[in-house]
């Protein structure tokens, strides 16, 4: 497969002028950000990786890093996890409280903000230093020493983060949260602020398209039936409200956040990373879900 032929025709195609949306503006980190910024990086499992643009630019993850605290949480706890989280799609907003309720603060998926600070509770409860512990886990999988966490973003996102306190109060209210509200949401904020590129995300993902094993060492990061499960959800429920049209535009297991990141994977084949900022009116990034589209239609290779 020539995969660079086939992002350049992707980078030749489209651009930022291609689409309407809105760059995020809940933080003002976020709504500085340049909306002509576009990149896209394939890596595959023969180590090769491809990539255009600025693909190699760091940006602010945000929900993509619910990917990154699920699989730490499934290695503490297997498959004990689903007692405090279920695994359907929402059909709702990602920072939705209205399910919560009637499902007893147990959150419909582990990528809503519910189910993602569910995630937070268990690494704060378990570990010694959970903000420590992803960062040497998300730099042990893409090999990068560097990366870090953006201070200023994770200080605007506790400055304006209402609504995911008022998630942790409500989840603790219906009994589902053990900890105490300010050290999960402080977490929850610095994971949403990890500041990486399309290159890292993409290499960092190759664990979830290898059967939970490091590209260069063979090592063994996740079981095969943890990876499985995290695939699936991201399939399911990895786009929020809009899960249905991912699946049904680009074919891939994937993961979105409000900084415009998308990572998407094909299980023993590739991992690709997009990044666009200018967002849709469900938080997805517009251009990233249009370049993911042409990508699995140009290479005939998706899940389906
Ligand atoms: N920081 C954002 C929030 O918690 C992340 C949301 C997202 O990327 N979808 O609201």
């Known amino acids: 497969m020539d995969y660079q032929r086939i992002l350049d025709t992707i980078n030749d195609e489209m651009s930022y002028r291609d689409v309407t949306g809105k760059v995020a503006s809940y933080i003002p980190e976020l709504a500085k950000v340049d909306r002509r910024k576009f990149g896209m990086h394939v890596y595959c499992g023969d180590q090769k990786h491809f990539s255009f643009g600025d693909s190699e630019e760091n940006f602010s993850i945000q929900s993509i890093s619910k990917v990154f605290t699920l699989a730490m949480a499934m290695r503490l706890m297997g498959?004990?996890?689903?007692?405090?989280?279920?695994?359907?799609?929402?059909?709702?907003?990602?920072?939705?409280?209205?399910?919560?309720?009637?499902?007893?603060?147990?959150?419909?998926?582990?990528?809503?903000n519910a189910g993602a600070l569910v995630l937070s509770d268990i690494l704060v409860d378990q570990l010694e230093d959970p903000k420590q512990e992803l960062l040497d886990f998300v730099r042990k999988i893409t090999g990068d020493p560097d990366i870090q966490y953006d201070e200023k973003v994770a200080a605007s996102e506790k400055a304006t983060g209402y609504r995911n306190i008022a998630l942790v109060n409500y989840i603790k209210a219906l009994g589902n949260i053990?900890?105490?509200?300010?050290?999960?949401?402080?977490?929850?904020?610095?994971?949403?602020?990890?500041?990486?590129?399309?290159?890292?995300?993409?290499?960092?993902?190759?664990?979830?398209?290898?059967?939970?094993?490091?590209?260069?060492?063979?090592?063994?990061?996740?079981?095969?039936?943890?990876?499985?499960?995290?695939?699936?959800?991201?399939?399911?429920?990895?786009?929020?409200?809009?899960?249905?049209?991912?699946?049904?535009?680009?074919?891939?297991?994937?993961?979105?956040?409000?900084?415009?990141?998308?990572?998407?994977?094909?299980?023993?084949?590739?991992?690709?990373?997009?990044?666009?900022?200018?967002?849709?009116?469900?938080?997805?990034?517009?251009?990233?879900?249009?370049?993911?589209?042409?990508?699995?239609?140009?290479?005939?290779?998706?899940?389906?």
Not at 87 to 111: A, C, H, K, M, W
């Open 79 to 112: 498959e004990d996890l689903w007692d405090r989280l279920n695994v359907e799609p929402s059909g709702d907003p990602f920072n939705s409280l209205t399910q919560l309720e009637y499902e007893s603060g147990i959150p419909r998926n582990p990528f809503i």
């Open 178 to 304: 053990k900890c105490d509200v300010e050290p999960i949401v402080d977490f929850y904020f610095y994971q949403c602020s990890l500041s990486m590129s399309c290159k890292d995300i993409a290499k960092a993902f190759m664990i979830f398209a290898n059967k939970g094993r490091m590209l260069e060492t063979n090592e063994k990061i996740l079981k095969p039936k943890t990876v499985k499960r995290i695939n699936a959800l991201m399939q399911t429920c990895g786009f929020y409200d809009e899960a249905g049209e991912f699946s049904f535009q680009v074919g891939l297991p994937g993961k979105s956040g409000v900084g415009g990141g998308i990572v998407a994977i094909h299980p023993d084949n590739y991992s690709v990373a997009v990044w666009s900022p200018i967002l849709n009116e469900k938080g997805n990034s517009e251009l990233g879900m249009k370049a993911l589209e042409r990508f699995t239609t140009l290479t005939g290779v998706s899940v389906f």
